[in-house]
């Protein structure tokens, strides 16, 4: 390489890093608000655990994503916000230049396009701003492909079985859905290297590249399952949805929107990602074993085997990242391209990140539905404090967090009556009802304030105030 060719590396690195500054920004500004339902019930856990160890043996729930429980117990229960998502805010905005260098071979405007891809998609911004597990699973991911990648080009040098043991070890205690990408990780090169050499020479190299990956993997799912039943209580899911047709359509649906910036809500974006995989080999995709296997089977599958909690778009991580990675080199190698095929691939670049900017601005205003609001109004009704009722326990966590981050004094009942009870909450999600009407315990309660979610995570609420009985 000239040093021309250097110098001009470089300028595309520091756009790359440009890229990476702007989406970190991003996440930030959506990390603002207050912890919503999933993230206050973690940090719940990780305080109720009271030690580190505790986080290991004693929650046993699919709550618990271990790093992102050891982070939230070490900045403490009501931390700020941003803080307590600082782990996954680092970690998303990483994967953005991981991306990127995983695009890099493919040419500087593929790296470019995947790069803005993996910055301002709404499902990675919206993961990578709370605190969940799901960015540093897919970072781990990432990581891992890149590996791959480069070691499937040629270089021997990429096949380290220890950094993919790491990347699986790290990527469960993250979020154990690295168990459905290590499938896809360790079939990728499977299939690869069988079409290339055969299947007993392909079977022996991933043997001797996958055995310690593997063996780690199957470590952490053995040692999560004992700690469960060593406890006594089983390895416990907060919410178990059997399958249903409508919702894994609903939540594959809304996977692909919210991940390509055109949230549908019909058939059209599963539809869409079939055609794309359909010709993404005569539009310079290079992956497409892996891509087969992760975008399309994986997601198959879980409709075969009639899986559960379907429904739930942040499941399919382990799809959404290689379908990003798939229309990043779609889209560069459009853009290269001197006729139809760059207006063609301009065209949905533009849309796919003007889709993507606008649920992005959605989700910095929404805050996902303004947990800590209520908290906020009974403060400026009742400075010195007050008690509430809770419609039921799903609003719990959330009130809590919100009352410890201000120091503020609330008494929070649920399940009982208590007449010196001035306000009511009643949080439902999505598709969920609010009573008619809001007498409770004796009492009538007037609607003060609401709010309604409008982005990807978040619940709805309604809170009311004890009114005089006419």
């Known amino acids: 390489m000239t040093g021309g060719d250097l110098r001009a590396n470089r300028r595309w690195w520091w756009a790359i890093c440009a890229i990476a500054v702007a989406g970190l920004a991003l996440r930030f500004v959506c990390s603002l608000g207050d912890l919503w339902f999933d993230e206050a019930w973690s940090a719940s856990q990780a305080r109720d655990a009271l030690t580190p160890i505790g986080v290991f043996i004693g929650i046993n729930h699919d709550n618990n994503h271990h790093l992102n429980s050891l982070w939230m117990q070490m900045v403490g229960f009501g931390a700020w916000p941003p803080l307590v998502r600082l782990l996954s805010i680092l970690s998303s905005s990483a994967a953005i230049l991981v991306a990127a260098r995983i695009a890099e071979p493919r040419g500087r405007i593929t790296m470019v396009a995947t790069a803005l891809l993996f910055a301002f998609s709404p499902m990675l911004v919206t993961m990578g701003s709370e605190a969940r597990g799901y960015a540093g699973m897919s970072l781990a991911m990432l990581i891992a492909i890149l590996f791959i990648d480069r070691w499937l080009a040629g270089d021997l040098g990429y096949r380290r079985p220890t950094t993919f043991a790491l990347c699986f070890f790290l990527g469960a205690l993250s979020q154990l859905t690295m168990i459905f990408a290590a499938v896809a990780l360790v079939g990728w090169p499977s299939f690869v ?101 992760a975008i399309f089977a994986f997601p198959f599958l879980l409709a075969v085997l009639h899986a559960g909690n379907v429904g739930h778009a942040r499941y399919y991580m382990p799809a959404l990242l290689p379908l990003l990675l798939m229309l990043g080199e779609m889209t560069g190698f459009g853009l290269e391209k001197g006729d139809w095929r760059r207006i063609a691939a ?113 619940t709805n609420w309604n809170l009311y105030e004890r009114r005089s009985q006419p």
Not at 417 to 445: I, K, N, S, T
Not at 446 to 456: C, F, G, K, V, W
């Open 193 to 293: 290297l069988w079409k290339r050499n055969g299947f007993r020479a392909a079977a022996l190299e991933i043997f001797r590249t996958f055995w310690l990956p593997v063996l780690v993997l199957a470590g952490v799912l053995g040692f999560v399952l004992a700690a469960g039943h060593f406890a006594g209580t089983g390895f416990r899911f907060g919410r178990y949805d059997p399958f249903d047709f409508m919702m894994y359509l609903n939540g594959t649906t809304t996977a692909i929107g919210y991940t390509i910036g055109l949230p549908w809500k019909d058939i059209w974006p599963i539809v869409l990602v079939l055609v794309l995989l359909v010709l993404a080999p005569r539009w310079g995709a290079s992956r497409m074993a892996l891509y087969r296997l």
């Open 346 to 458: 301009g065209i949905g670049l533009a849309a796919m990140l003007g889709g993507s900017l606008w649920c992005d601005y959605v989700l910095a205003v929404d805050q996902r539905g303004d947990p800590g609001g209520p908290v906020r109004e009974m403060m400026a009704r009742a400075p010195e404090g007050t008690t509430m009722l809770l419609d039921r326990d799903t609003g719990q966590a959330a009130t809590d967090v919100a009352a410890a981050r201000r120091k503020y004094k609330l008494k929070v009942i649920l399940g009982r009556c208590d007449p010196q009870a001035r306000f009511l909450l009643v949080d439902r999600f999505l598709g969920e009802a609010f009573p008619a009407d809001a007498d409770r315990c004796g009492g009538h309660f007037a609607l003060i304030a609401q709010h309604r979610m409008r982005s990807l995570s978040g």
